[in-house]
Protein backbone atom coordinates (compact mmCIF):
# COMPACT_ATOMS: atom_id res chain seq x y z
CA UNK A 1 0.00 0.00 0.00
CA UNK A 2 2.80 2.07 0.57
CA UNK A 3 2.51 5.72 0.97
CA UNK A 4 -1.14 5.30 1.16
CA UNK A 5 -2.60 5.70 4.96
CA UNK A 6 -6.33 5.59 6.11
CA UNK A 7 -7.71 8.98 6.25
CA UNK A 8 -7.90 8.85 10.21
CA UNK A 9 -4.34 7.16 11.00
CA UNK A 10 -4.44 9.93 13.57
CA UNK A 11 -6.88 8.39 15.84
CA UNK A 12 -5.29 5.04 15.38
CA UNK A 13 -2.05 6.16 16.62
CA UNK A 14 -3.80 8.15 19.55
CA UNK A 15 -5.26 5.32 20.83
CA UNK A 16 -3.14 2.41 19.86
CA UNK A 17 -1.29 1.91 23.12
CA UNK A 18 -4.76 1.82 24.61
CA UNK A 19 -5.03 -1.62 22.91
CA UNK A 20 -7.66 -0.61 20.66
CA UNK A 21 -7.00 -3.23 17.92
CA UNK A 22 -8.92 -1.45 15.04
CA UNK A 23 -6.73 -0.33 12.39
CA UNK A 24 -8.53 2.45 10.12
CA UNK A 25 -4.94 2.34 8.60
CA UNK A 26 -6.59 -0.26 6.42
CA UNK A 27 -9.05 1.33 5.60
CA UNK A 28 -7.03 3.20 2.89
CA UNK A 29 -8.13 2.30 -0.82
CA UNK A 30 -6.37 -0.68 -2.90
CA UNK A 31 -3.46 1.10 -4.66
CA UNK A 32 -5.34 3.34 -6.17
CA UNK A 33 -4.89 3.61 -10.15
CA UNK A 34 -4.00 6.92 -12.15
CA UNK A 35 -6.92 9.01 -11.60
CA UNK A 36 -8.73 9.79 -15.10
CA UNK A 37 -9.68 13.15 -15.34
CA UNK A 38 -12.73 14.19 -17.23
CA UNK A 39 -13.22 17.28 -19.42
CA UNK A 40 -16.33 19.08 -17.44
CA UNK A 41 -14.77 22.66 -16.02
CA UNK A 42 -15.01 22.31 -12.56
CA UNK A 43 -16.26 25.61 -11.00
CA UNK A 44 -14.09 26.56 -7.78
CA UNK A 45 -17.70 27.14 -5.70
CA UNK A 46 -18.17 23.46 -6.12
CA UNK A 47 -16.81 22.45 -3.13
CA UNK A 48 -18.58 23.33 0.44
CA UNK A 49 -17.01 25.21 3.29
CA UNK A 50 -13.79 25.15 3.52
CA UNK A 51 -13.20 23.89 6.98
CA UNK A 52 -14.47 21.48 9.86
CA UNK A 53 -14.08 23.14 13.17
CA UNK A 54 -15.88 19.80 15.33
CA UNK A 55 -17.94 20.34 18.22
CA UNK A 56 -18.90 17.53 20.29
CA UNK A 57 -22.53 16.73 19.64
CA UNK A 58 -25.32 14.68 22.23
CA UNK A 59 -24.25 10.73 21.76
CA UNK A 60 -27.28 9.04 20.11
CA UNK A 61 -28.67 6.57 22.48
CA UNK A 62 -29.17 3.18 22.35
CA UNK A 63 -32.27 2.84 20.73
CA UNK A 64 -31.60 5.33 17.98
CA UNK A 65 -32.47 3.87 14.32
CA UNK A 66 -31.13 4.13 11.12
CA UNK A 67 -32.27 7.82 9.20
CA UNK A 68 -34.70 7.39 6.62
CA UNK A 69 -33.74 8.25 2.65
CA UNK A 70 -35.39 11.67 2.99
CA UNK A 71 -33.79 12.72 6.40
CA UNK A 72 -30.49 11.46 4.64
CA UNK A 73 -31.19 13.65 1.89
CA UNK A 74 -31.66 16.49 3.59
CA UNK A 75 -28.22 16.71 5.12
CA UNK A 76 -26.54 16.76 1.96
CA UNK A 77 -25.27 20.11 0.34
CA UNK A 78 -27.80 20.66 -2.35
CA UNK A 79 -24.34 21.49 -4.08
CA UNK A 80 -22.99 18.14 -3.66
CA UNK A 81 -26.41 15.58 -4.85
CA UNK A 82 -26.47 15.03 -8.50
CA UNK A 83 -23.54 12.88 -10.47
CA UNK A 84 -21.96 15.61 -11.87
CA UNK A 85 -17.89 16.47 -11.35
CA UNK A 86 -18.64 19.41 -9.29
CA UNK A 87 -20.97 17.78 -6.89
CA UNK A 88 -18.66 14.71 -6.82
CA UNK A 89 -16.03 17.26 -5.45
CA UNK A 90 -18.43 18.69 -3.30
CA UNK A 91 -19.43 15.19 -1.49
CA UNK A 92 -16.45 14.05 -1.15
CA UNK A 93 -14.72 16.86 0.92
CA UNK A 94 -18.59 16.65 2.52
CA UNK A 95 -17.93 13.02 3.67
CA UNK A 96 -14.19 13.42 4.77
CA UNK A 97 -15.85 16.43 7.10
CA UNK A 98 -17.99 14.21 8.07
CA UNK A 99 -15.78 11.09 9.19
CA UNK A 100 -13.80 13.82 11.70
CA UNK A 101 -17.18 15.04 12.97
CA UNK A 102 -18.46 11.27 13.60
CA UNK A 103 -15.81 10.49 15.47
CA UNK A 104 -15.74 13.34 18.18
CA UNK A 105 -19.31 12.85 18.48
CA UNK A 106 -20.32 9.83 18.10
CA UNK A 107 -23.20 10.31 15.72
CA UNK A 108 -22.77 7.55 13.72
CA UNK A 109 -26.19 7.28 11.44
CA UNK A 110 -25.44 9.87 8.49
CA UNK A 111 -21.42 8.06 8.23
CA UNK A 112 -22.89 4.93 8.10
CA UNK A 113 -26.21 6.00 5.41
CA UNK A 114 -23.31 7.47 3.22
CA UNK A 115 -20.82 4.00 3.17
CA UNK A 116 -21.12 0.88 1.09
CA UNK A 117 -21.10 -1.78 2.99
CA UNK A 118 -17.71 -2.49 1.06
CA UNK A 119 -16.33 0.24 2.08
CA UNK A 120 -13.32 -1.13 4.89
CA UNK A 121 -12.17 2.56 5.66
CA UNK A 122 -15.77 3.39 6.80
CA UNK A 123 -16.09 -0.11 8.27
CA UNK A 124 -13.29 0.38 10.52
CA UNK A 125 -13.80 3.67 11.14
CA UNK A 126 -17.55 2.98 12.77
CA UNK A 127 -16.10 0.31 14.69
CA UNK A 128 -13.42 2.80 16.28
CA UNK A 129 -15.83 5.25 17.27
CA UNK A 130 -18.03 2.28 18.99
CA UNK A 131 -14.66 1.25 20.57
CA UNK A 132 -13.55 4.78 21.72
CA UNK A 133 -16.96 4.74 23.22
CA UNK A 134 -16.76 1.41 25.13
CA UNK A 135 -13.91 2.41 26.58
CA UNK A 136 -14.47 5.68 27.82
CA UNK A 137 -12.20 7.80 25.53
CA UNK A 138 -12.84 10.61 23.48
CA UNK A 139 -11.25 12.75 20.45
CA UNK A 140 -10.67 16.43 20.69
CA UNK A 141 -9.22 18.57 18.17
CA UNK A 142 -7.96 17.35 14.31
CA UNK A 143 -9.96 19.64 12.88
CA UNK A 144 -10.15 19.22 8.75
CA UNK A 145 -9.32 21.90 6.50
CA UNK A 146 -9.71 21.88 2.74
CA UNK A 147 -6.89 23.68 0.65
CA UNK A 148 -8.18 25.92 -1.43
CA UNK A 149 -5.86 23.88 -3.99
CA UNK A 150 -8.56 22.57 -7.13
CA UNK A 151 -9.12 19.12 -6.30
CA UNK A 152 -8.01 16.09 -9.11
CA UNK A 153 -10.58 13.16 -10.62
CA UNK A 154 -13.36 12.39 -12.16
CA UNK A 155 -15.46 9.46 -13.73
CA UNK A 156 -13.35 5.91 -13.67
CA UNK A 157 -13.43 3.54 -16.37
CA UNK A 158 -15.46 1.10 -13.79
CA UNK A 159 -18.62 3.23 -13.79
CA UNK A 160 -17.07 5.27 -10.08
CA UNK A 161 -15.55 8.68 -9.42
CA UNK A 162 -12.05 8.64 -8.15
CA UNK A 163 -11.76 12.19 -6.48
CA UNK A 164 -8.47 14.00 -4.56
CA UNK A 165 -7.82 16.83 -2.83
CA UNK A 166 -5.75 18.29 -0.31
CA UNK A 167 -6.28 18.18 3.85
CA UNK A 168 -4.98 19.73 6.59
CA UNK A 169 -5.52 17.68 9.86
CA UNK A 170 -5.48 19.88 13.01
CA UNK A 171 -3.43 18.38 16.30
CA UNK A 172 -5.79 15.91 17.65
CA UNK A 173 -5.85 14.97 21.47
CA UNK A 174 -7.51 11.68 22.91
CA UNK A 175 -8.83 12.29 26.29
CA UNK A 176 -9.84 9.67 28.98
CA UNK A 177 -13.44 9.87 31.00
CA UNK A 178 -11.31 11.99 33.26
CA UNK A 179 -10.69 14.74 31.00
CA UNK A 180 -6.70 13.57 30.97
CA UNK A 181 -4.78 13.53 27.37
CA UNK A 182 -3.59 10.03 26.76
CA UNK A 183 -2.19 10.97 23.36
CA UNK A 184 -1.34 13.82 21.26
CA UNK A 185 -1.38 13.25 17.11
CA UNK A 186 0.49 15.90 15.36
CA UNK A 187 -0.65 17.79 12.81
CA UNK A 188 -0.44 16.58 9.17
CA UNK A 189 -0.91 17.77 5.23
CA UNK A 190 -2.62 14.82 3.74
CA UNK A 191 -4.00 14.43 0.07
CA UNK A 192 -7.70 12.20 0.36
CA UNK A 193 -8.53 10.24 -2.01
CA UNK A 194 -12.58 9.52 -2.47
CA UNK A 195 -13.88 6.33 -4.43
CA UNK A 196 -17.73 7.12 -4.91
CA UNK A 197 -21.10 5.73 -6.57
CA UNK A 198 -24.18 7.49 -7.78
CA UNK A 199 -26.97 4.99 -7.40
CA UNK A 200 -29.59 7.84 -9.39
CA UNK A 201 -30.86 9.34 -5.81
CA UNK A 202 -27.52 9.86 -4.11
CA UNK A 203 -23.61 9.41 -3.85
CA UNK A 204 -22.37 6.38 -1.52
CA UNK A 205 -18.64 6.20 -0.57
CA UNK A 206 -16.95 3.00 -1.72
CA UNK A 207 -13.65 3.91 -0.58
CA UNK A 208 -11.39 6.34 1.54
CA UNK A 209 -7.58 6.25 1.49
CA UNK A 210 -5.21 9.28 1.94
CA UNK A 211 -1.03 9.60 1.94
CA UNK A 212 0.81 12.11 3.34
CA UNK A 213 1.42 15.18 0.82
CA UNK A 214 5.00 15.71 -0.87
Given at each position: ????????????????G??????????C????????????????????????????T?????????????E????????????????????????V?????????????????L?????????????????????????????I???????????QA??????????????????????????????????????????G??????????????
Amino acid sequence: MGADRGLLQTATRAVAGLGVLVAVLAGCTNDPEPIVTTTPTLSPTASPAASSSPSPTPTPSPSATALTEEEVLAQIPENARNESLGDAFAFAQFFVIESQRMMIGFDTELFAALSSTECVFCNNSLELADDLQQKDLRIEGGEIEISDALPDGGLQADGTWRIEFEIDVGEQRTLDADGSVVETVPPNHLVASVVLNHDGSRWQVEGVGAKEST
